[in-house]
């Protein structure tokens, strides 16, 4: 199946710093990817969808400026915690399609620590 | 809005017997349903998609079954392992945006 690389695979870093983590398709272009959060024994919440070359779509409740979305190109997203708080910690995952009707591939996720 | 449902509770099973998780949605049957393996601190992993018109589909120790009168899917394990251990959710398509609506994940133990 397709693979889809997520880096880093953990940070921890202060409160008020900015944490990017990237997310690429390395066997096939992704022109939608997805961002999820998780909390511990929880579903994975849906943040945005990001497209390539244009706007990312924020799911209701997600603060589209503190959480920034680019999707630069078909293989790269990039998703960017900024001024990140203690309850910014939690399991960031990124996944891509190829259409629907296909299953979804997930990168390793990302462990956030805010301190 | 669709919701699915899975069982929370944890679920133990003996090595060597049949696992089985349920998953349940509550508004409109989908096209097609899928099916992931997720272990701590990784990303899910996909296992099956069966679509609406298909009753089960099996592969290796895998089985799922689609009905949707009772809009409901099964999941099956035959012959488990304790590397079989690991929370499973299932998935269906929310709108035409690529998007999937995730269930919360039951938790396989299978024990030696």
Redesign the interface.
């Known amino acids: 199946?397709a693979v889809?690389s997520?880096h880093p695979s953990w940070v921890i870093c202060k409160s008020g710093t900015s944490v990017k983590i990237e997310c690429r398709s390395l066997d096939f272009q992704a022109t939608?990817m997805?961002w999820y959060r998780q909390f511990p024994?929880?579903?994975?919440m849906?943040m945005a969808?990001s497209n390539e070359g244009s706007k990312a779509?924020y799911e209701q409740g997600v603060e589209k400026d503190k959480f920034l979305i680019n999707h630069a190109s078909l293989t790269l997203s990039t998703l960017t915690v900024t001024s990140a708080h203690p309850e910014d910690s939690s399991?960031y995952?990124c996944?891509a399609?190829q259409?629907?009707?296909?299953?979804?591939?997930?990168?390793?996720?990302t462990?956030l620590t805010v301190v | 809005s669709q919701k699915i449902e899975q069982n929370s509770e944890a679920l133990n099973i003996q090595e060597g017997k049949t696992a089985t998780l349920t998953c349940n949605y509550t508004n409109y049957s989908p096209a097609y349903l899928q099916w992931y393996r997720q272990d701590p601190g990784r990303g899910p992993v996909f296992l099956l998609l069966i679509r609406e018109n298909e009753k089960e589909k099996r592969k290796e120790r895998l089985k799922v079954t689609f009905d949707t009168t009772l809009k409901q899917s099964l999941f099956h394990i035959t012959a488990s392992q304790p590397a079989d251990s690991a929370t499973y959710l299932c998935a269906l398509e929310r709108d035409s945006n690529y998007q999937l609506i995730w269930g919360a994940g039951t938790k396989l133990i299978i024990k030696p």
């Open positions: 199946g889809v997520q939608t997805f024994k929880q579903s994975l849906l969808t779509t399991f995952i996944s399609r259409g629907t009707n296909t299953e979804a591939f997930f990168g390793q996720g462990r």
